[in-house]
């Protein structure tokens, strides 16, 4: 058998091919330039149409990343500095973020914003009523993921939103409600304007389509807008020529997710049984965190965390990717720097010991029953080996 990828929550593999559009610029105002307009606004409107969205909601970014850091740096569009030490603004966010909302939040401390973090429960999963004990006057921004990249688990986004929304009508003060979308879309069900979402960030690699593509969603009137300066690209929201060919890929794939949806959930929840239950039989084996046995619907089925104490992390990666299989240490986008990985499973009281020897399965939508059979075997004869060692 080929090589398992059982790593989709760092990339999907590539399903929609690059397509052969125009290459010229949609801000140019010559016929060619005219027709890659048409086609990025056409594209705008089929994103917005398949999340229930009005077409200027939505702006078209460099990835997840970028759609993110725009909504955390936005205060400091919009808020005079002087203001912000005099007041001590607040931003709320959890513990459990990903690094493109966790780091970005924590830097403007520099600015004089105050930040608080809020701790997961041990299942990994984010009690509403702590963000509600936070909130007060002070609070401009709630950042909160929707679904977690490391454990699957789904965040009770609505009932956030429900909160933020009940206090700023009766303060009559708009606080800006933020979601990573990126686990989420296309995956599960999503729509923002129920989950009553001010801003929610998107990317088009985890779907299969290609990299360097994303978006974000935005509230009408919400003062977002990028620190970056140059151009009046993305309703003056994203200075920069658009990637138009990524764009149309990017909805092309969304609107074959969505269309698919419910079938693939289906089919990922069986894949994620079989693989849990294989999982489970074989020696020293954490499912991490062990909830998802009991109530697995609280988690995505495309994402499974274990751990293998006291094989390291690494190891394990290595050993499973010399036969073939291939799975991460946690994000991707911290899995080269030992000193941030961990922070999510610290977070929930997880020991060292359990942290340190944690493996993320994460599947796709082409995979299939056979792969994961072969990876449960794969998983069981390497780690026989392993603890020969230990």
């Known amino acids: 058998m080929e090589n398992i990828y059982l790593d989709w929550a760092a990339t999907g593999i590539p399903e929609e091919g690059t397509p052969k559009i125009t290459f010229a610029n949609p801000s140019s105002v010559h016929t060619m330039g005219t027709e890659a307009r048409q086609l990025l606004e056409k594209a705008r409107d089929k994103f917005a149409t398949l999340l229930k969205l009005p077409g200027r909601s939505v702006i078209f970014t460099s990835g997840g990343t970028e759609a993110n850091n725009i909504t955390i740096f936005s ?34 401390t520099r600015f004089g914003f105050e930040i608080i973090h809020i701790d997961p429960e041990p299942n990994g999963i984010i009690n509403p009523e702590k963000i509600y004990k936070e909130i007060d ?63 929610a960030s998107f990317s088009a690699h985890k779907l299969g389509a290609p990299k360097g593509v994303g978006a974000l969603y935005t509230v009408e009137n919400t003062n977002i807008s990028s620190l970056f300066k140059g151009g009046g690209q993305e309703f003056n929201k994203r200075p920069g020529t658009e990637n138009l060919e990524g764009i149309v890929s990017f909805v092309t794939a969304l609107e074959k997710r969505i269309k698919e949806l419910d079938k693939n959930y289906t089919k990922a929840s069986q894949l994620s049984t079989t693989l849990l239950d294989g999982l489970r039989e074989i020696r020293g084996v954490i499912i991490v965190p062990r909830e998802r046995l009991q109530k697995p619907t609280k988690y995505s089925p495309y994402i499974i965390d274990v751990s293998f104490p006291p ?34 499973l610290k977070a929930m009281g997880l020991s060292e010991k359990v942290i340190n020897s944690t493996v993320r399965f994460s599947l796709g939508y082409t995979t299939t029953k056979g792969e994961i059979e072969e990876a449960i075997k794969i998983v069981k004869e390497s780690i026989e080996k392993l603890f020969r060692y230990v």
């Open 311 to 344: 094989i390291p992390s690494e190891v394990l990666v290595r050993a499973f990717a010399q036969r073939g299989l291939m799975v991460s240490a946690g994000s991707a986008c911290s899995s080269h720097r030992r000193e941030k990985r961990g922070r999510v």
């Open 75 to 108: 205060p400091l569009n919009t808020i005079n500095i002087k203001n912000i030490l005099k007041r001590r603004l607040k931003i709320i966010t959890t513990s459990i973020e990903h690094p493109s909302v966790y780091e970005p939040i924590n830097f403007l």
């Open 137 to 199: 006057t002070e609070v401009i921004l709630i950042s909160v993921m929707a679904v977690n990249n490391e454990t699957g688990a789904i965040q009770p986004i609505a009932e956030i939103g429900e909160i933020v929304e009940d206090y700023s009508v009766k303060m009559g003060k708009k606080i800006i409600f933020h979601t990573d979308a990126v686990q989420a879309l296309g995956k599960i069900p999503f729509e923002p304007k129920k989950l009553k979402i001010g801003a």
